[in-house]
Structures are given as C-alpha cells and as structure tokens.
T-cell receptor, first 115, second 114 residues
C-alpha cells in the first residue's frame, strides 16, 4: 500500500522533445507529491511538487499533472535539453509511523536527451 | 546547494564492522531523515529525528540507529555491517512536519561493505 510505481524505467528523447514520466500510487493518505532529479554521484534535488487539491502545476519547462481519482501523476519536461539527462524519481509523502512524514520513492526513470 | 552537508563522502568497511555517518542540516531545519539508496533504486526511508527523538522508522533492523544533537545535526550508525548494506546513504532535512514541507537532500555518503 505504500508503493509508488514509476514508468518507464528508461526514456530517450531528442533535444527539443517532450519527456513524460508517469507514477501511480495506492495509499490515499499521501498528500504531497514531489519530483526529484538526480545526477550521477549526487543527491536527489527537488524539481517541482504538487498537492492533491491541484490538478496541474507548472514551473518553467517542468509540469506536474495530477489525477486524484486515478491516483496517478506525471512529470512533463517541455523542450528537453541534453542537460536534463539524469534520473528522475517521483515520490509521495504522508505520515508514516509516529508523527514522521516520510517520502516513498518510485524506482526511477533514466532520461537521456540526445543532442 | 541545499545546505545539507554529509561526511564522509566515501568509505569502505569490512563485513561485521560498525560505521558512523554524519549530517549537518540546513539552517532552521530541525527535522532530519535518513534514507538508503541501493544502486539503481529509489531511496528508502530509514528513520527520522525531531527534537533529538526518533519519531518514525522504516523497515530497517535495530542495528540501524541514529542520534540528533541540539544543533540539529545527526548521525547514522550501522552495526554488524552486511554486504547488502552497501549503498548511498542520504540525509534530508526539513522544517517541522506538515503538508508540503520541502525536504532537502545532501549529496550522500557512499558506503561499500567488503
């Protein structure tokens, strides 16, 4: 019930194209959905996040679409650039044991943007 | 730059040994969490500390323990190291629990157990 499923595992896009990564969750107690970008040898860096009372959030070239009824959310990267090549993780946050808020991560998508 | 610093960046330990990893949280953040990220996988929640007390734990055995100090810095201790403890250990800091609070990660400590 705590799992977040992410697809695809890997994605290759031409420069200027749109990259789309999808995630699905089961636990309806999740109430915060961030996306993280991770470069090799680095820690995850927050890209953009959304709450379930909003269906879409856009920041620059990055957009999250959220479908509460389907329990799905996705990341769209417009005008993809070679510098966007990284691993992307979706995550969901809710209260776990005790009073802690913990992130449950998807398995990651390795994005390659070809020049 | 997230303001979360971790040390050491890399270390190699032998099976059965003990290891201590350290983390300094972002200024003003009094909640620290630790995550384990195995190669090719997403981070897994180990535990969280708030006001020097553990206030949440993931599915990790008791040989994973931690501390938080009055200045909000934190330590992760792992006893009786096993080969599958080899991973990137990430520290994350945030303000007190609440919906949508941003969680910032450090660069991590790479642990190799041989």
């Amino acid at each position: 019930q705590q799992q977040v499923k992410q697809s695809p595992q890997s994605l290759i896009v031409q420069k200027g194209g749109i990259s789309i990564i999808n995630c699905a969750y089961e636990n309806t107690a999740f109430d915060y959905f961030p996306w993280y970008q991770q470069f090799p040898g680095k820690g995850p860096a927050l890209l953009i996040a959304i709450r379930p009372d909003v269906s879409e959030k856009k920041e620059g070239r990055f957009t999250i679409s959220f479908n509460k009824s389907a329990k799905q959310f996705s990341l769209h990267i417009m005008d993809s650039q070679p510098g966007d090549s990284a691993t992307y993780f979706c995550a969901a946050s809710g209260k776990g044991s005790g009073s802690a808020r913990q992130l449950t991560f998807g398995s990651g998508t390795q994005l390659t943007v070809l020049p | 730059e997230t303001g979360v610093t971790q040390s050491p960046t890399h270390l190699i330990k032998t099976r059965g040994q003990q290891v201590t990893l350290r983390c300094s949280s972002q200024s003003g953040h009094n909640t620290v969490s630790w995550y384990q990220q195995a190669l090719g996988q997403g981070p897994q929640f180990i535990f969280q500390y708030y006001r020097e007390e553990e206030n949440g734990r993931g599915n990790f055995p008791p040989r994973f323990s931690g501390l938080q100090f009055p200045n909000y810095s934190s330590e992760l201790n792992v006893n009786a190291l096993e080969l599958n403890d080899s991973a990137l250990y990430l520290c994350a800091s945030s303000r007190p629990t609440g919906t949508g609070n941003t969680i910032y990660f450090g660069e991590g400590s790479w642990l190799t157990v041989v």
